[in-house]
């Protein structure tokens, strides 16, 4: 399947299940560890960019809460509306992340939780090379990502859907390939379904 169409299934798909999806998993003690984390790294005021942001809540939420500037990217129009509804602090914009376009040094700190896995795994290279020159120096990048290599299409929650991964270790690469800090690396757990991410933390190198 051509990487447009995947990208067609995943928007469509989620314009579907959106409320399904907040429902199912809106609460996970394993995100809040990891936004907790993002959040320490991030210095008050600073601007963040959500991206996969689905509904807002409870990532954008909580990072507007925190008096964040917060711009959130989803690919679903659906999930853009309910996001602008459920945080109206923040920018909400509907665009396929692989095609997002923001100037050099624009975000302290860029998250992605949940949202990579859905991008075809063939332009991780060239979104984590984005992302990076997106961040300021300094700036922190924090996502999840697949534990193993392949891509998987099927029936999710009743609808079609797409997941593409790395293998871990070609995942790594390709954040310190992008001139990042790798900073950690660690397999955890899901708690909310029976599933695993690999969850990295990486750091865009201060000027000299």
């Excluded at 959106?18 to 809040?32: I, P």
């Excluded at 990891?34 to 790294?41: A, Y």
């Excluded at 923001?102 to 990579?116: E, H, K, L, M, R």
Aim: hydrophobic share 40%.
């Amino acid at each position: 399947m051509k990487n447009g169409d995947v990208k067609l299934t995943v928007s469509t798909s989620y314009d579907r299940v959106a409320d399904d999806y907040l429902r199912l998993f809106g609460v996970s003690s394993v995100r809040q560890k990891k936004l907790d984390e993002f959040i320490e790294r991030l210095s008050p005021g600073a601007s963040v960019l959500d991206l996969g942001c689905g509904a807002g809540v409870p990532v954008a939420k909580i990072l507007t809460e925190q008096r964040f500037k917060v711009t959130g990217v989803d690919i679903s129009i659906g999930q853009i509306e309910r996001a602008r509804r459920n945080v109206p602090a923040a920018i909400f914009v509907q665009e396929d992340m692989g095609s997002l376009n923001f100037a050099p040094d624009t975000f302290d700190g860029v998250c992605a939780f949940y949202s990579v896995t859905h991008v075809p795994c063939d332009e991780h290279h060239a979104l984590v090379r984005r992302v990076a020159e997106w961040l300021r120096p300094g700036g922190i990048f924090m996502a999840s990502l697949g534990v193993s290599a392949g891509d998987w299409s099927g029936t999710w929650l009743g609808v079609p859907m797409f997941f593409s991964h790395n293998d871990p270790k070609d995942a790594r690469q390709i954040i310190r390939d992008a001139g990042l800090l790798l900073e950690r690396a660690e397999l955890v757990e899901q708690d909310n379904e029976a599933t695993s991410f690999l969850w990295i933390t990486a750091r865009k190198p201060p000027r000299p």
